[in-house]
């Protein structure tokens, strides 16, 4: 079965960096395109980033760009979050989702950006 693994997020200061990892399973990897979401406290949960499935094109949320970075190991089968120039507001739950529009997400893994 479909099963997709955040890891990598904690507690960070203003101006600091997080790596985020999806790890996948259960499909072919290779062959679909993948999503960073997010859920603030009292939020909606919103778009991130997103990567088509060779990792050439790459879309963000206009609050991240020029600050994340997604990336993708299709040998390792996972996705990564490169978040750089940390603030508070990026304080959220942040989910890995099988695609753009699937109904298959990871359990979240918490970031807080405080001082």
């Known amino acids: 079965q479909v099963q997709l693994v955040e890891s990598g997020g904690g507690l960070v200061q203003p101006g600091g960096s997080l790596r985020l990892s999806c790890a996948a399973s259960?499909?072919?990897?290779?062959?679909?395109?993948m999503t960073w979401y997010r859920q603030g406290p009292g939020k909606e949960r919103e778009f991130v980033a997103s990567?088509?499935?060779?990792?050439?094109?790459?879309d963000y949320a206009d609050s991240v760009k020029g600050r994340f970075t997604i990336s993708r190991d299709n040998a390792k089968n996972t996705m990564y979050l490169q978040m750089n120039s940390l603030k508070p507001e990026d304080t959220a739950v942040y989910y890995c989702?099988?695609?753009?529009?699937?109904?298959?997400w990871g359990q979240g893994t918490q970031v807080t950006v405080s001082s």
């Open positions: 989702r099988l695609g753009q529009g699937s109904s298959y």
């Open positions: 259960g499909f072919i990897f290779s062959a679909i395109s």
């Open positions: 990567i088509t499935r060779g990792g050439g094109t790459t």
